[in-house]
Each structure stands twice: as structure tokens, then as C-alpha cells.
């Protein structure tokens, strides 16, 4: 795990969002929602969560995903 970030979906819904990377050094997101009556967890790309930022005018959202994303890169670098 990089890092994660809670996505303010609704008011009363915010779940985590988990940055993960592969072996290979793939990026990748976990988000955690409910469906019904269990949490089901679901893939998503960066874009994905960036775009909903924007367009949510969730401005410091985009800076911490930009902030993880950045912070995986610098661990890339530092090996």
C-alpha cells in the first residue's frame, strides 16, 4: 500500500480509496463501497478518481491523489 484517501461521495458516504502497487510497479486504486447490504471492493484507475475530483470541484482531492501518486514515483526513484 502507498497510501489512501477518503472520496467524499455523498454527505453521509465516504469511503477509503487505496493506492496499491504491483510488482511490476503498476499503480493501482481500491475503493471500498457498499452494495446492498456488504462492501465490495472495486478497482479504479487514477483518471477515474482525478476526473471525479475536477468535476466534483474537489481541488485539495486532486492535490492528495496528485500528492500519493507523486510520493509512489519518489519510492520508484529512491531504490
Not at 5 to 29: D, F, K, N, S
Not at 44 to 58: G, M, W
Amino acid at each position: 500500500m502507498v497510501g489512501r484517501i477518503r472520496l467524499p461521495l455523498t454527505v453521509t458516504h465516504r469511503p477509503w480509496a487505496t493506492l496499491h502497487r504491483t510488482a511490476t510497479g503498476e499503480l493501482y486504486w481500491i475503493v471500498r463501497l457498499w452494495i446492498v447490504d456488504r462492501p465490495v471492493e472495486r478497482r479504479v484507475a487514477t483518471s477515474t478518481l482525478r476526473d471525479y475530483a475536477v468535476e466534483s470541484r474537489l481541488p485539495i482531492l486532486a492535490s492528495t491523489i496528485d500528492q500519493l501518486i507523486d510520493r509512489a514515483f519518489e519510492v520508484d526513484a529512491g531504490c
